[in-house]
């Protein structure tokens, strides 16, 4: 959810909460909130709870952050030609950085194995501010009412949500603010029990749970993919505008996303046009059946990933923007002159799985990108990217064959960096 602020829940839902009404998110009170509630199958709803406010910054706070410690954990190149994620955490002693260190490097790992960062992965700096506590811990853990003496006031039992695990967002925001650049920020707890939360400008995960940092790539696909939520409340029906987001649409024939209509997705499936998405049951409409938007554990859909792709190649510049690929291939078109890649052939997979490609051409230029397959008697296009501008990504599920990219200059001349990867 991309409402403010709107923590997510990360667990089993509580005898107490099963009381309250779920609904999809629309206008609430002053002193009440929308929040994700995740719980422990991977299954997300939304819930109205009283809102949580961050407690004032006093100024050794302020100085504390100003003198935090920044230290790479992934250091690939400038912040201007960079993804730049920043992590800091909470409840970890002077004594603890270590562990910090430990579970930052691991929560990226863990987002660093879901695509589109996987295939970005050597374009992304990770940057861990060293946030030190007074006292090991969060609050309220293993057990409520255990109060601890921390640098971002992380606690359990936000919201009364037993695994809802909140912080002071402007105290986080200061931290955070520390690293060289800032694109999306990661709070860690120093806790095992699972839990989370998600704001407009952050998420927080359990730091020394292996499940939790399925939350934080959920909230990266709001705050970086600018996505929808997929799933929905029994009983509702959407009856607003057209959504911004691009996996939501209100048309039944799902037009924003026709160019994918009838493709393969790695959440599975094809892309279609199903209804129920943006916690509306009725009258909104999503591409696939079960995404990571939906469901925590599982991929981006064909939409998702590609509107991931593109908000992370926008944060990187220069020829970084193709960087990650298995193979890189550099030309040049003349206006409306077109070429093949690999070097003017095909190739040719043995497996089935997931195509990626990137072009990356000069500015003002409008390019095109193709994957075509041969059928046994003619090349026919499989897959296509075509936004008006001179970037394209391309991201293709298909079998065994044999493939060339068609790369097509529709005005505007120049050089390009074309890159991808195969099966």
Not at 112 to 123: C, E
Not at 313 to 326: D, E, L, N, T
Not at 398 to 404: E, L, M, V
Request: proline share 5%.
């Amino acid at each position: 959810m991309r409402r403010s602020p709107l923590p997510l829940a990360a667990a089993a839902l509580l005898s107490a909460i099963l009381t309250l009404t779920a609904a999809p998110a629309t206008a609430a009170p002053q002193d009440r909130q929308w929040r994700e509630v995740f719980s422990p199958d991977g299954t997300i709803t939304t819930m109205l709870l009283p809102a949580e406010r961050s407690g004032a910054v006093s100024p050794d706070s302020r100085a504390a952050a100003a003198a935090a410690a920044t230290v790479a954990i992934q250091d690939t190149g400038p912040p201007s030609e960079r993804f730049d994620l920043v992590i800091v955490g909470d409840g970890y002693t002077s004594s603890e950085m270590g562990l910090l260190r430990q579970h930052a490097q691991a929560k990226w790992e863990e987002i660093a194995a879901t695509a589109p960062w996987s295939t970005h992965r050597a374009s992304v700096n990770v940057w861990l501010v060293e946030v030190v506590s007074a006292q090991s811990g969060v609050d309220n853990d293993p057990t409520r009412g255990i109060s601890r003496d921390t640098a971002l006031d992380m606690y359990f039992w936000c919201g009364n949500i037993e695994r809802l695990l909140c912080l002071n967002e402007t105290k986080a925001k200061q931290y955070a603010a520390q690293a060289p650049a800032v694109d999306a920020i990661v709070a860690v707890g120093n806790t095992t029990k699972y839990g989370g939360a998600g704001y407009p400008s952050l998420a927080t995960v359990s730091g020394g749970n292996a499940r939790a940092g399925q939350i934080a790539i959920h909230e990266l696909g709001h705050s970086v993919g600018g996505l929808a939520d997929e799933y929905w409340t029994a009983g509702t029906t959407y009856t607003g505008g057209e959504p911004g987001e691009p996996n939501v649409t209100k048309s039944p024939g799902c037009a924003k996303w026709s160019s994918y209509l009838g493709r393969a997705t790695p959440d599975g499936g094809v892309i279609g046009c199903h209804q129920g998405g943006h916690q509306y049951a009725n009258g909104i409409y999503r591409p696939s059946q079960d995404s990571l938007m939906r469901t925590l554990g599982k991929p981006f859909n064909l939409v998702g990933l590609d509107a991931m792709d593109r908000a992370i190649r926008a944060k990187i510049g220069g020829g970084g923007g193709c960087a990650g690929y298995q193979n890189t291939r550099t030309g040049s078109l003349s206006s409306g002159g077109s070429a093949y890649q690999p070097d003017g052939t095909y190739y040719y997979t043995a497996a089935s799985g997931t195509h990626r490609a990137c072009l990356d051409g000069p500015a003002g230029a409008e390019f095109n990108l193709q994957l075509q397959k041969w059928n046994g008697s003619a090349w026919a296009v499989v897959a296509s990217a075509a936004t008006g501008g001179p970037d394209e990504t391309l991201t293709y599920s298909g079998t065994a064959g044999y493939y060339t990219y068609l790369l097509q200059s529709v005005s505007g001349s120049g050089s390009y960096t074309f890159a991808y990867t195969a099966p």
